[in-house]
């Protein structure tokens, strides 16, 4: 109850502490922390991704 939690919206990626995201009202859950590690083959995947979108980044 008194623990905050750093929620996200699984539409827009936007990060909130509500349960619900404030622009499209879809349920948000918090990130899983797995999602990061180095060692995950779609981390990899992602970076590329991020690497042809240069200058796109948030
Ligand atoms: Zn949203």
New binding site residues.
């Given amino acids: 109850m008194s623990k905050i939690e750093l929620l996200r ?6 990060y909130t502490l509500k349960h619900e ?6 349920k ?1 859950e918090s990130p899983k922390p797995a999602k990061y590690s180095p060692h995950d083959p779609y981390g990899k995947w992602r970076l590329k991704y991020k690497t042809s979108f240069k200058g796109n980044e948030i």
Avoid at 21 to 26: A, M
């Fill in positions: 919206c699984n539409k827009c990626f936007k995201c404030d622009i499209c009202s879809s948000t």
